[in-house]
């Protein structure tokens, strides 16, 4: 990961934190989830139980309790009227989420860890990435999202992390949700060679022209005829070269430039 994405992951990470809580409470309980309930002032009705398959606790003097799919404060306030109903005047409810279970999400590409990750709370883009060791050396800026279940069923959005992170704000990181799938691009190359100071594959970045691919490799060796460049290039599975091609001209994934040497 480069300097720019390191530092802006950090900014936007700490700005996640100091908003964990607003996000524990905006998660929605599902099977398996573990919950401390506490009653003030009424210790005997301290409880931790674990969401069955069918959604429900079992809670003293109310017995059982539908909350599959409820945010912490409805599940609070569920069990706030159960117990205002008949058994405590004004009781004051808090509930913990102790252990997720419910809810997961898989990142897959160009990161770390790979994996399966348990969604605790609300959970950005970005912090899934960090959880995930953060991008490999080969990473593009481009990640995929596939969205399981919205209004619409599957859906796919695209985030250009430069363009995320350069944002320098919590409040536009992408939110993800239950069973959700996220891919991390590897980054395009493209490959220049001869009569430059550093022959190699450089990361390309979209726009990037020719006279910029030949930049990241030093620029010109005293030797070039820089009005004679070549670029190579797979079209419809068949390799085409083309001569002398602009200064001006945008590379693709996978070019090749060629720099030749002056003989003159």
């Given at each position: 990961?480069?300097?720019?994405?390191?530092?802006?992951?950090?900014?936007?990470?700490?700005?996640?934190?100091?908003?964990?809580?607003?996000?524990?409470?905006?998660?929605?309980?599902?099977?398996?989830?573990?919950?401390?309930?506490?009653?003030?002032?009424?210790?005997?009705?301290?409880?931790?139980?674990?969401?069955?398959?069918?959604?429900?606790?079992?809670?003293?003097?109310?017995?059982?309790?539908?909350?599959?799919?409820?945010?912490?404060?409805?599940?609070?306030?569920?069990?706030?009227?159960?117990?205002?109903?008949?058994?405590?005047?004004?009781?004051?409810?808090?509930?913990?989420?102790?252990?997720?279970?419910?809810?997961?999400?898989?990142?897959?590409?160009?990161?770390?860890?790979?994996?399966?990750?348990?969604?605790?709370?609300?959970?950005?883009l970005l912090e899934l990435i960090s959880r995930a060791g953060g991008l490999t050396a080969n990473a593009g800026t481009l990640v995929t999202i596939r969205h399981e279940k919205s209004p619409e069923g599957s859906s796919e959005i695209q985030v250009d992390l430069t363009e995320l992170m350069g944002k320098q704000s919590f409040s536009v990181d992408e939110l993800l949700a239950n069973n959700d799938s996220v891919f991390v691009e590897k980054a395009g190359l493209v490959y220049v060679t001869g009569e430059v100071r550093k022959p190699d594959a450089y990361k390309l970045k979209e726009g990037t022209t020719v006279i910029k691919a030949i930049t990241m490799a030093g620029g010109f060796s005293k030797l070039a005829a820089k009005n004679k460049i070549k670029l190579v290039r797979i079209v419809d599975g068949q390799e085409q070269t083309f001569e002398r091609v602009s200064m001006n001209q945008i590379v693709q994934t996978d070019d090749v430039l060629v720099v030749p040497e002056s003989f003159f």
């Open positions: 990961m480069n300097r720019f994405l390191a530092l802006s992951l950090f900014v936007l990470l700490l700005l996640q934190a100091v908003t964990a809580l607003g996000g524990t409470m905006s998660y929605r309980v599902g099977e398996g989830d573990l919950l401390l309930i506490k009653v003030y002032d009424m210790d005997d009705l301290t409880t931790t139980v674990r969401v069955d398959a069918d959604g429900q606790i079992g809670f003293p003097l109310i017995g059982q309790v539908n909350v599959d799919g409820q945010t912490i404060q409805q599940v609070r306030d569920s069990i706030s009227a159960e117990l205002a109903d008949g058994y405590l005047i004004n009781p004051q409810v808090s509930v913990l989420v102790k252990e997720y279970r419910s809810n997961k999400i898989v990142i897959i590409g160009e990161v770390v860890r790979p994996g399966l990750y348990e969604l605790q709370g609300e959970m950005s």
